[in-house]
Nanobody, 115 residues
């Protein structure tokens, strides 16, 4: 059974940084194209960034371009999201999943950007 566990969220000030991690088990992680998603209160879940199985970044939402960086470590079955220059509008619960969101959703990790 596939399991995804997101971590690394918390409270950050505007302009600050956070690094999210996602541990994936129960599947051949290295064969999956992966993505980070987020869902803000009252809004639909949206894709933030995605990366191919080989480690090529193939999508960033316009709202995070130049500030967020997605990466992966296939040897450790982990997906990461480095978030810099955070803005209050980045406040959301962040999730990882395949690029086609084929896994069961994990609990996510809360990111709150506020002064």
């Amino acid at each position: 059974q596939v399991q995804v566990v997101e971590s690394g969220g918390g409270l950050a000030q505007p302009g600050g940084s956070l690094r999210l991690s996602c541990a994936v088990s129960g599947t051949m992680f290295g064969l999956q194209n992966m993505a980070w998603y987020r869902q803000a209160p009252g809004k639909e879940r949206e894709k933030v960034a995605s990366i191919t199985r080989g480690g090529t970044t193939d999508f960033y939402a316009d709202s995070v371009k130049g500030r967020f960086t997605i990466s992966r470590d296939n040897g450790k079955s982990t997906l990461s999201l480095q978030m810099n220059m955070l803005k209050p509008e980045d406040t959301a619960v962040y999730y990882c999943n395949t690029r086609g969101s084929s896994f069961r959703w994990g609990q996510g990790t809360q990111v709150t950007v506020s002064s």
